[in-house]
């Protein structure tokens, strides 16, 4: 019933494609290959690290653009954030200000039992924080760092 509100939460969110076989798939592969800077190609499995941006994206998904493997793999919009100055503190690193970026990630709990809402709620947050000079990578990889936020 609020149509404009809809819109202003949907242009927060980055498009997520599936790659299956079929029109859907195809059409997003074509929007990855006309404008390879604005898409990131991500491998459907945990531990990060695997993603495939530029270039690299577009020799997989030149390979891949005619075979099943291709829905093992989503798309998403490459998310753009501004960089700011920051100290990333690590075991036997020095201390100095570089430009970094961060992502946050929301965590809920959504659970239905046909048509009656059993629980949404909010159950956490992860702030990871990274130099930009990463393209990739995370907490684990040893490239980004654990964070908080700020509200201000």
Same mark, same amino acid.
């Given at each position: 019933?609020?149509?404009?509100?809809?819109?202003?939460?949907?242009?927060?969110?980055?498009?997520?494609?599936?790659?299956?076989?079929?029109?859907?798939?195809?059409?997003?592969?074509?929007?990855?290959?006309?404008?390879?800077?604005?898409?990131?190609?991500?491998?459907?499995?945990?531990?990060? *690290?695997?993603? =495939?941006?530029?270039?690299?994206? $577009?020799?997989? @998904?030149? #390979?891949? &653009?005619?075979? /099943?493997?291709?829905?093992?793999?989503?798309?998403?919009?490459?998310?753009?954030?501004?960089?700011?100055?920051?100290?990333?503190?690590?075991?036997?690193?020095?201390?100095?200000?570089?430009?970094?970026?961060?992502?946050?990630?929301?965590?809920?709990?959504?659970?239905?039992? *046909?048509?009656? =809402?059993?629980?949404?709620?909010? $159950?956490?947050? @992860?702030? #990871?924080? &990274?130099?930009? /000079?990463?393209?990739?990578?995370?907490?684990?990889?040893?490239?980004?760092?654990?964070?908080?936020?700020?509200?201000?």
């Amino acid at each position: 019933g609020q149509p404009e509100a809809v819109a202003r939460l949907r242009a927060t969110f980055a498009g997520l494609y599936s790659l299956d076989m079929g029109e859907e798939g195809d059409q997003a592969i074509a929007e990855a290959l006309a404008a390879p800077s604005q898409f990131v190609l991500k491998p459907q499995r945990e531990g990060g *690290g695997n993603n =495939l941006y530029g270039e690299e994206m $577009v020799q997989v @998904l030149e #390979r891949l &653009k005619d075979s /099943e493997e291709r829905a093992s793999y989503i798309l998403m919009e490459k998310i753009e954030p501004e960089p700011f100055g920051n100290c990333l503190l690590r075991p036997g690193s020095p201390v100095r200000v570089v430009q970094c970026i961060s992502e946050l990630g929301i965590f809920g709990v959504y659970v239905r039992q *046909g048509k009656t =809402l059993v629980m949404n709620k909010h $159950v956490g947050h @992860l702030l #990871r924080t &990274k130099a930009i /000079e990463h393209a990739d990578g995370g907490v684990a990889a040893g490239v980004a760092v654990l964070d908080n936020p700020y509200p201000v």
